[in-house]
């Protein structure tokens, strides 16, 4: 059993920046990948980045170059930094952890970018 808590969100102008962080209740050594999803009203649910236990990482194409992910396994901690932010980023933000075959969620965190 794994338990996830995210925190960082806000309301933040366009063009601003804003640094998620999920906490984990237990070791992130075993938990991969761990990842970020977002989810905006009236859309589904969908797959922001992910990042391995060896920190290879994955984005979607709506945030590649913008958001990088990163893992602090000592601290049980990931993070992920959003630079540039745009309207269309405004979505709830759900930290994701992988760990023996099961997927664990965190109740998330509100992003709103708006001026």
């Known amino acids: 059993q794994v338990q996830l808590v995210e925190s960082g969100g806000g309301l933040v102008q366009p063009g601003g920046s804003l640094r998620l962080s999920c906490a984990a209740s237990?070791?992130?050594?075993?938990?991969?990948?761990m990842g970020w999803y977002r989810q905006a009203p009236g859309k589904e649910r969908e797959l922001v980045a992910d990042?391995?236990?060896?920190?290879?990482?994955n984005y979607a194409d709506s945030v590649k170059g913008r958001f990088a992910i990163s893992r602090d396994n000592a601290k049980n901690m990931v993070y992920l930094q959003m630079n540039s932010l745009k309207p269309d980023d405004t979505a709830v933000y759900y930290c994701?952890?992988?760990?023996?075959?099961?997927?664990?969620w965190g109740k998330g965190t509100l992003v709103t970018v708006s001026s």
């Open positions: 994701n952890g992988a760990l023996y075959g099961r997927y664990f």
């Open positions: 237990r070791s992130i050594f075993s938990i991969n990948p």
């Open positions: 990042i391995t236990i060896s920190s290879d990482t």
